[in-house]
């Protein structure tokens, strides 16, 4: 029973990363303040949630501090590219070309770590191309969907980047802390912009903007570590690789968006590709080790 409980933690988590794309269309205003908002609401939430856990902060050593600064500013521009991306075109436009991402981790992380490239990830990488062939009408830069794509492949890239150089402090600090001190870096990294960029927030703003830090961002951080205690890397994988589905059935029902049949069938190439490649290059063993989104 606690297996299957832990189950429906991992899809309510999944559920939850989904939900966040959502916000790019709700929030009309530049995607840098959504992304300060996201920010700094999960990083209150996920300080309380470590205070009330009694879990450590501390990071030895302290330099260390210094290039989790740098990771939360990757975040940001991870997470400002991809709500840039469904704002020029859609919810599963922004979700399925972000979904490309374990196929650039697939093959950026041997050459981090000088490991040895597994070849089949080379077919996995075809497959992509295939998809997003399949999702692009034409490549044009005027072409709302090209610049989408363009932009979701961009946030593939940078979070697989982050993911890549997650790997070695996931070893050293918890998953928590780790997620919170990047939330509270990329926060802080955004900061000077709120003088640089004209926006106007409503009170219904500021809500939707602390939804999406403590819920799509904190508690699905906390519900997807809380679900891996009992449940296989591998099969954590598979069920994250449903972020894009749920998040284009929830783009269904609140925001009227129905994909193509073209995006559709692109789509499911680049998420089935993307999930050979994460599945290929995993460890069977249940331990969480990168920055989920």
Known sequence: MKFEHSLVEIHGAVLLFGLAGLFGKWLSFSPVIIVLGRVFFASLALALVLYLSGQSLNIKPSKNYFFLFLLGALLAVHWISFFHSIQVSTVAIGLLSFASYPVFTAFLEPLFFKEKLIKLNIIYA??????IFLIVPSFKLENTVSRGVLWGIFSGITFAVLTILNRKFSQLYSSLAIAFYQDLAATLFLLPFIFLIE???????IILLALLGIFCTAAAHSLFIKGMRRVRAQTASIIHSLEPFYGIILAFFFLHE?????????GL????????????????QPKFRTHKR
């Open 269 to 284: 190439l680049v998420v089935t590709a993307a999930l050979a490649a994460s599945l290929s290059s995993s460890s069977d």
């Open 126 to 131: 075809f497959l992509c191309l295939v998809g």
């Open 199 to 205: 926006y106007s927030l409503t009170s219904k703003d």
């Open 258 to 266: 129905t994909p193509s049949l073209r995006t559709i069938g692109g």
